[in-house]
């Protein structure tokens, strides 16, 4: 069963910067899509970014809302994903989960049922 593990969440003014950091295992990493995901108090769980498993040229995607100020990265030799948050916002507020598609050497959408396994999320509070 795969595992993820989130960490780099915090509490950060607006303005400032963060980076989570997603660690996998019991899976060939590099053969995976990875996305990260958020949800905020009495939201829907929102997608944020993903990225293409590496034979496909790792390619990203974001949500409109996160577009320019977000980076998601793969490091394969580290099995570990990273969302890169610059010019955080108090609206960024959330939970923010690591996912990984079903299969490996399958793309996924953007779509929190495209994906096959999560982690437990590391809180990201913006607030002054």
């Known amino acids: 069963q795969i595992q993820l593990i989130e960490s780099g969440g915090g509490l950060v003014?607006?303005?400032?910067?963060?980076?989570?950091?997603?660690?996998?295992?019991r899976l060939t990493f590099s053969t995976y899509a990875m996305g990260w995901f958020?949800?905020?108090?009495?939201?829907?769980?929102?997608?944020?970014?993903?990225?293409?498993w590496s034979g496909s040229g790792s390619r990203p995607y974001y949500a409109n809302s996160v577009k320019g100020r977000f980076?998601?990265?793969?490091?394969?030799?580290?099995?570990?994903?990273?969302?890169?948050?610059n010019n955080l916002k108090p609206e960024d507020t959330a939970v923010y989960y690591c996912a990984?598609?079903?299969l490996p050497y399958k793309n996924v959408g953007s779509e929190p049922t495209d994906f096959g396994a999560w982690g437990r999320g590391t809180q990201v509070t913006v607030s002054s």
């Open 100 to 102: 990984a598609g079903p």
């Open 38 to 52: 958020r949800q905020a108090p009495g939201k829907e769980r929102e997608f944020v970014a993903r990225i293409r």
């Open 13 to 25: 003014q607006p303005g400032g910067s963060l980076r989570l950091s997603c660690v996998a295992s």
């Open 71 to 85: 980076t998601i990265s793969r490091d394969d030799a580290k099995n570990t994903v990273y969302l890169q948050m």
